[in-house]
């Protein structure tokens, strides 16, 4: 019965929502077809939850709470708050859930409950899986597989501890926040007391482990830092002896307040001095030559050349009276007064005595010219002797530096690692990365299983979805054409024929349906106006039933008074005179009639005997094309029945002979891309594909499908048959 039949349209390729309601009624019809097999795995799916809930036993959740605080309390001036740690505080949040769920606290559990010395309750099912083996299997064999899975009857007690801190760690979930930094531990067992002790145990033993670590580490640092401290000290008393040393080895003085030592001050000085000396010996040179150009002239050389002295000065005088008086006296004698020659004497023996005092002025003026220079000469040499002690000094300078630049650093080291030492000592009476158990875990009232509603509900639900799944897998898995409707939709052309199977039922009222499926296809396939005279009948694979398709069609177009040759091209190894099985069953659908049409209109038929190796040369034969010209007169339709299309290459040597071809799919049989492949092949040999005829139809296993067919047809209204039989 068909509920979906009003509601259902013809397959056409309109609108795009006539498609998705198509797609929609065919999903729903899927599912109504295959309702025993979804309701078959839906109860299956219901009986297990149903042994779920019987087997599965109750278990209890208790949650504990933990809050971490990443700051601590400072006593700087600022007098607030300030971060203890470097990183990001929700990576420690998840760190130290990590720790939680780690193995060593789980052990930690078990050791503080003693839950390895606890008897484990096994559950049902394991009791009832224990029972078979100890029923179905020998003990040599329950031995052997009990060694193989470690479960032996006197395990290892670190290996029981092991596994009893598994199954805990199994039982618990550690959840965060990182934005509240809280841990959530939710521990699941079958025992809500059991649970909650647990659950807290894990927390106890996590806050203890953490200030365990937490004061080890801190001790450990401390001593660390005290034995560093006490060798920065041993350091610097060294450095500071060999300072003391270098001072008194070289006897180096540090710098002054104007950053210069006492050479430096020392050799500023004499070269200070040995400027002046440098412009003195100048300057006593150019005195001394000018005097000697002067008397060199003939000149008296100046006072401040002659450095002020009283004899030259007074002998100028002298010599100055000396030449008035002999002009007063030439002026008034004349030259040969004796007088004038006693005048000229004395002028003489003064400009002698002039002469000889500007000799030993001059000879002064060079004895002051040499000790200038000698002074200068002295003073450099100083400057020479001043300046190597110098760039000795700033050797010295710079190996005193370098020990005091260690011996600072030895004293930094030395408060660092002080400060350090006590900073250590202090932390374990600091709180460190504090956790705080917010809400311990309590005993649990109420299971934390599902309910059996929920249990059924997700059962119905699973059966319902697997059944649906299932189906449709299988759905997809037939792949072949169930109604002549489907060749429409995907573009093979028009179906002009659909017979039912004629072995299953050949003298029944499916033989009367296979008769006029087989009129109606004729009558599709031979219009009225322009009928074919060469019929090609192909399929996609061997047992289509082209055969039983050209021998039923054969038979009615006789009966219509048509001549008509059959000319069976299959390759096949037969004897002459041997019969095909078809041909029984349609002698028995199609009785022979005793009227002069029938006898007046014989069916011919024409078989091949050769196999494949041949067949190129059979179809190109020019007695093959004689025949064929011959039949065209003769007969006024030829059946060629021809090897599947794919396997053979008959088709495209017969294209040009062909006026349409007949194409035979076996229904729910021939993969459809097969089917596909081969009208597309057909198609680029330039075949006119007249109709495709959907041959051996199981009209109560199509019913199933509710195709809206000719099939359909025939089953609806088989009383039509029932009454004109």
């Known amino acids: 019965m068909d509920f979906f039949s009003e509601i259902r349209t013809p397959r056409q390729p309109p609108a795009l929502s006539r498609h998705y309601d198509t797609v929609t009624f065919d999903f729903v019809s899927m599912l109504w077809r295959r309702r025993g097999l979804i309701l078959a795995i839906t109860c299956a799916a219901m009986l297990v939850a149903v042994l779920a809930l019987m087997l599965m036993p109750r278990r209890y959740a208790t949650d504990l709470v933990m809050q971490f605080d990443f700051t601590r309390e400072e006593t700087g001036a600022a007098g607030g708050k300030s971060s203890s740690v470097a990183l990001d505080a929700s990576t420690l949040v998840e760190s130290e859930a990590r720790i939680i769920r780690s193995l060593a606290t789980a052990r930690a559990v078990v050791l503080r409950l003693n839950l390895d010395r606890q008897p484990v309750k096994p559950s049902f099912l394991s009791r009832l899986v224990a029972s078979a083996g100890e029923v179905i299997l020998p003990s040599r064999v329950r031995s052997a597989v009990r060694d193989f899975a470690g479960l032996s009857e006197t395990p290892n007690p670190q290996a029981l501890r092991d596994s009893v801190a598994q199954g805990l760690l199994a039982s618990l979930t550690v959840g965060n926040d990182t934005k509240a930094y809280l841990i959530t531990l939710t521990y699941r067992d079958t025992d809500p007391d059991r649970a909650a002790r647990i659950v807290n145990a894990f927390g106890s033993e996590y806050l203890r482990r953490k200030m365990e670590a937490t004061t080890s580490a801190s001790q450990r640092s401390s001593r660390w830092y005290g034995v560093q401290a006490r060798e920065a000290r041993i350091n610097l008393a060294r450095i500071e002896k060999e300072i003391e040393q ?401 396997l053979s290459a008959d088709c495209a040597l017969l294209r040009e002979h062909a006026d349409t071809v007949l194409h035979v799919v076996k229904w729910n049989d021939t993969l459809r891309t097969t089917v596909s492949a081969t009208l597309d092949h057909l198609a680029r040999l330039g075949l006119d594909v007249g109709g495709i005829v959907l041959n051996g139809v199981d009209l109560e296993e199509q019913g199933r499908y509710n195709t809206p067919d000719r099939g359909r047809v025939y089953r609806s209204y088989k009383s039509f048959y029932q009454a004109s039989a």
């Not at 950053?259 to 440098?278: E, I, P």
């Not at 008034?332 to 000229?344: D, F, K, W």
């Open 246 to 646: 270098f001072r008194v080895r070289t006897g180096f003085v540090e710098l002054g307040q104007d950053g210069a030592d006492v050479q430096q001050q020392q050799l500023r000085d004499v070269l200070t001095q040995v400027n002046a000396a440098s412009a003195t010996r100048l300057a006593e040179e150019m005195r001394l030559r000018r005097a000697q150009e002067s008397i060199a002239a003939g000149h008296v050389p100046q006072a401040t050349d002659l450095g002020g002295s009283p004899v030259v000065q007074a002998l100028l005088d002298e010599e100055g009276k000396a030449r008035r008086a002999l002009d007063e006296m030439i002026g008034m004698t004349g030259e040969r007064h004796p007088a004038v020659a006693r005048l000229r004497l004395t002028l003489n023996s003064v400009q002698d005595r002039l002469k000889n005092q500007l000799a030993q002025s001059v000879a002064n003026i060079e004895t002051d010219v040499e000790a200038a220079r000698a002074a200068e000469a002295a003073l450099s040499a100083r400057v020479a002797t001043l300046q190597a002690k110098s760039i000795e000094a700033r050797g010295l300078e710079g190996q005193l530096r370098t020990l005091q630049a260690e011996a600072t650093a030895a004293r930094d080291r030395v408060k660092q690692l002080a400060d350090a030492q006590q900073q250590a000592s202090a932390v374990s009476e600091l709180k460190p990365v504090v956790a705080q158990i917010l809400a311990p875990a309590e005993i649990p009232s109420l299971p934390s299983t599902p309910g059996p509603a929920l249990v059924l509900g997700l059962g119905l639900l699973g059966g319902l979805a697997a059944g649906a799944s299932l189906s449709y897998m299988l759905e997809k898995r037939d792949r072949g054409f169930r109604s002549e409707s489907e060749f429409a939709v995907e573009n093979h052309g028009n179906c002009v024929g659909l017979l039912p199977k004629l072995e299953r039922y050949p003298d029944g009222l499916e033989g009367l349906v296979f008769v006029e499926a087989v009129r109606s296809t004729v009558a599709e396939l031979f219009s009225p106006t322009k009928p074919p005279k060469v019929v090609l009948i192909t399929s996609s694979a061997p047992g289509e039933g082209k055969s039983l398709v050209a021998s039923a069609m054969a038979r009615v177009l006789a009966a219509m008074g048509q001549r008509v040759l059959v000319v069976d091209g299959s390759p096949r190894r037969l004897l002459l005179g041997e019969n095909f099985p078809h041909e029984a069953l349609l002698d028995r659908c199609f009785p022979h009639s005793g009227d002069a049409a029938a006898a007046a209109a014989p069916v011919a038929t024409v078989r091949r005997a050769s196999g494949l190796r041949d067949g190129q040369n059979v179809y190109s034969n020019p007695a093959f094309e004689a025949m064929l010209h011959e039949a065209r007169t003769r007969y006024d339709v030829i059946l060629f029945e021809v090897a599947p299309v794919l």
